[in-house]
């Protein structure tokens, strides 16, 4: 049983396509985080939530706590853009990751 | 640069040889996390401390592995006897204890040949 459920697992969209990557947990969560991971690996965090919306350029994550639900939005997508994204959530002392969606941005 | 570091940031090795690898979390942070990243899988949690005492190690650490945090800072993550299923990336997070927000590291790219 995975505490953290992503989907899709991949994605392939056009450039300019709206994406929309979801994000499923399980149980009672203090912070939720998006991450970006480039061929190469490095982690790069892009919205800690606990609650509402946050909104930095193209990107958008919206959290719903009731529901245990994220979704992460790219606006007008880029080939760019194309990555891995990865669901975590901090789970009283932990912090659990999802599996990762492979997002690839055709141009 | 404030934020988590890792070193080194590729390393390969022998099989059988033993190697380690270093996190410097942001210096207020109490709670330090190593996770390993298999190809295609998200993160797995390896283990964590709050300052130096080490709280918590995943069944997923062998006793090939080991993990220190000596003066509650910098924090070292030792792998014996290297075996090629050891290649993967090694993650390093930190985080206030009490607070919500944790910050990652690059990771360090382990390949065993």
């Known amino acids: 049983k995975n505490e953290v459920e992503q989907s899709p697992q991949n994605l392939t969209a056009q450039e300019g396509e709206f994406i929309t990557i979801n994000c499923s947990y399980s149980?009672?969560?203090?912070?939720l985080h998006w991450l970006q991971q480039h061929p190469g690996g490095g982690i790069v965090s892009l919205f800690m939530?606990?609650?509402g919306k946050k909104k930095h350029g193209r990107l958008i994550a919206t959290i719903n706590i009731q529901e245990k639900h994220s979704s992460l939005h790219i606006t007008a997508s880029h080939p760019r853009d194309s990555a891995v994204y990865i669901c975590?959530?901090?789970?009283?002392?932990?912090?659990?990751f999802g599996k990762g969606t492979r997002l690839h941005i055709l141009p | 640069d404030t934020g988590v570091s890792q070193d080194p940031r590729h390393k390969i090795t022998k099989r059988g040889q033993n190697v380690t690898f270093r996190c410097d979390p942001i210096?207020?942070?109490?709670?330090l996390y190593w996770y390993r990243q298999t190809l295609g899988q998200g993160p797995e949690f390896l283990t964590y401390?709050?300052?130096?005492?080490?709280?918590?190690k995943s069944r997923l650490l062998s006793d090939r592995f080991s993990a220190e945090r000596p003066k509650g800072s910098f924090s070292t993550l030792e792998i014996q006897r290297t075996e090629q299923g050891d290649s993967a990336m090694y993650l390093c997070?930190?985080?206030?204890?009490?607070?919500?927000?944790?910050?990652f590291g690059q990771g360090t790219r382990l390949t065993v040949v």
């Open positions: 401390f709050q300052n130096e005492a080490q709280l918590e």
């Open positions: 939530l606990s609650s």
């Open positions: 149980v009672g969560i203090s912070a």
């Open positions: 997070a930190s985080s206030k204890s009490g607070g919500a927000e944790a910050f």
């Open positions: 975590a959530v901090r789970i009283d002392d932990k912090i659990i």
């Open positions: 210096s207020e942070h109490n709670r």
